[in-house]
């Protein structure tokens, strides 16, 4: 069995930022999905052409920084 353990000084101004960040990661990429499908609804079934743009756009800043909703959300 794999472990990860993160260990945070919450005495520390950075470490609290950190902590906070990594509590809440969860919530961030349920956020990003949630407007990643309301846009994949305009598109889909408004052919809201903005909304695909936009949609395409978030996808393409996610993909820069390694972030894949798809791995996170499955």
């Given at each position: 069995m794999a472990k990860a353990?993160?260990?945070?000084?919450?005495?520390?101004?950075?470490?609290?930022?950190?902590?906070?960040?990594?509590?809440?990661?969860?919530?961030?990429?349920?956020?990003l999905w949630d407007i990643d499908q309301l846009l994949r609804h305009e598109v889909k079934y408004n052919g809201n052409e903005v909304a695909e743009k936009i949609r395409e756009e978030i996808r393409q800043i996610m993909s820069i920084h390694n972030i894949d909703l798809d791995e996170l959300m499955d």
């Open positions: 353990i993160m260990e945070y000084n919450l005495n520390e101004t950075e470490d609290i930022k950190a902590h906070l960040r990594a509590v809440k990661s969860l919530d961030m990429a349920i956020t």
